[in-house]
């Protein structure tokens, strides 16, 4: 949401003709986008503010503003603290950037401004689209969370849940594909209930409206809540040709007392049941999620459930975080935490054991063939320098399930079909399986002689 929310700001610093610059020291405009979800989040934006001191002593017309959710919970205290902030931007002002650096010039700072508001703003259908990152973008369709599960920070600092109406957010879409973007990702904090409240169209027909736009090739959407993983949701995966084959579900934890104690409604049995009938509708589907390790009250036991779980369903990938305190939540408040090297082994234990899942899973890949969305150069590639031959170009790219493919790539050839531009789909064959990303070849449709389908890989 945080990677929306600042192309936002900077589609708007364009129109003001301020563009991007990656020194620091040639920059007019610095702008902080910041995270409160975990305490570490938080500092690293006060260590960031500090280094600034020095840059506004030297340059004082640099305008300096916090924007994001430190910006919402913070406010005026921030001001306190680093004096030199010109803007406070809080998480429902992102569209009033452009007008608060005019009044900064007009009247003087600083602006603060962390006023909730009941509807989301729209901004003009004409933004200009920018040019980085062409393949694949993010797009909010919601803001907000009413769900207070009790360690999270979101519903205060993102307010409650609204959802953006459907034909602002195709609007958008098409302008995003209009200027050659393939991918879209849907962005809510639980896309599950999106439009249940204004009584828009469901999210799965808000799915289907954007599986018919020309010119998109691949959907991807986060979060789902799996409270309430709708039937017709689930079934999305069989029935949407471009809706990739990849669901993010967070469980938390494995432990039915500490799944209430957090307020998640649903149980360890429930969430494995909800995975195995995704799998039987969308054969191959991969399921990644996020884990909190410590939880006020987590015992040992607790979280071998959490590790139980987590071998029992054989995730893809795990986002695993140390429970860390956030300001007026319910579980700020419960006594019993769990010691900070206590949280450190557990949250190790858990990456480990995923480590061993991955590479497993990783290793049953090889020699099967994925369509493989092409979106640039590997990272290897880029750090040697770009030896730019054909055929010794090493491209990246991901498949449907969301996996990273480096492959080689032979001459292209639009004859063959083999066309290796950003945002192509070409079949790639795995051939190495490295710890966090796998290794192949590109391989022509014709030698194939089935076309992959959503979810089918095969053994070439
Ligand atoms: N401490 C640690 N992790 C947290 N998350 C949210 N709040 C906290 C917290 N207080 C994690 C959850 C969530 C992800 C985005 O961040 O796992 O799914
Ligand atoms: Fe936070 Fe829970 Fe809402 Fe996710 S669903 S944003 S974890 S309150």
Not at 4 to 26: G, K
Not at 151 to 167: A, F, I, K, L, W
Not at 358 to 364: D, F, L
Not at 393 to 416: C, H, K, M, Q, W
Request: hydrophobic residues 40%.
């Amino acid at each position: 949401m945080n990677v929306y929310d600042s192309e936002r700001m900077l589609q708007q610093m364009h129109v003001l003709s301020v563009f991007a610059t990656d020194v620091i020291d040639d920059a007019d405009v610095i702008i902080i986008n910041t995270c409160a979800i975990r305490e570490k989040a938080v500092q690293k934006v006060y260590s960031f503010l500090g280094r600034l001191t020095a840059i506004k002593r030297k340059r004082q017309d640099v305008r300096v503003i916090v924007a994001g959710c430190v910006a919402q919970q913070m406010g005026s205290l921030l001001i306190q603290r680093f004096p030199f902030i010109d803007i406070v931007l809080g998480t429902h002002a992102v569209h009033r950037l452009p007008e608060y650096l005019k009044r900064l010039d007009r009247d003087g700072g600083p602006v603060i401004d962390t006023e909730m508001t009941a509807d989301i703003p729209e901004f003009p259908a004409d933004m200009p689209v920018l040019p980085q990152n062409t393949v694949s973008r993010h797009v909010t369709i919601m803001r907000g969370c009413d769900n207070f599960c009790t360690y999270c920070v979101v519903p205060y600092v993102r307010g409650r849940e609204v959802s953006r109406r459907p034909e602002d957010i195709i609007a958008e879409i098409k302008m995003l594909v209009s200027a050659g973007v393939k991918e879209v990702t849907l962005l809510g904090q639980n896309v599950n209930s999106y439009g249940i409240k204004e009584g828009l169209v469901s999210f799965p027909q808000l799915l289907e409206q954007v599986n018919d736009l020309g010119g998109l090739e691949r959907i991807r959407f986060v979060t789902s809540h799996p409270k309430d993983l709708s039937e017709d949701l689930m079934n999305s995966f069989a029935r949407l040709d471009k809706l990739c084959n990849h669901i993010h579900l967070p469980v938390q934890s494995g432990s039915n007392w500490i799944l209430a104690k957090m307020n998640r409604k649903y149980t360890r049995e429930i969430y494995m049941d909800t995975v195995i009938k995704l799998r039987a509708i969308s054969p191959g589907i991969a399921v990644t999620t996020d884990i909190i390790a410590g939880f006020p009250g987590e015992t040992d036991d607790d979280f071998a459930q959490t590790i139980d779980l987590m071998t029992s369903v054989e995730f893809d990938h795990i986002f695993a975080f140390v429970y860390s305190d956030r300001p007026d939540t319910p579980a700020s408040r419960i006594p019993e935490k769990v010691a900070d090297p206590v949280k450190g082994e557990r949250l190790r234990r858990a990456l480990e054991i995923q480590e061993g899942i991955t590479r497993q899973a990783y290793s049953r890949l090889i020699g099967r063939v994925f369509p493989v969305m092409v979106e640039g150069y590997s990272k290897n590639q880029l750090k040697s320098g770009g030896v730019v031959q054909w055929p010794q170009i090493e491209l990246s790219g991901r498949t449907s399930e969301n996996r990273i493919v480096n492959f080689y790539a032979p001459t292209p050839d639009p004859e063959a079909d083999m066309d290796f531009s950003n945002g192509r789909i070409q079949n790639v064959r795995i051939d190495r399986a490295c710890e966090n990303s796998l290794w192949g070849t590109a391989v022509k449709q014709d030698d194939l002689c089935i076309t992959p389908k959503k979810g089918e890989a095969y053994v070439a």
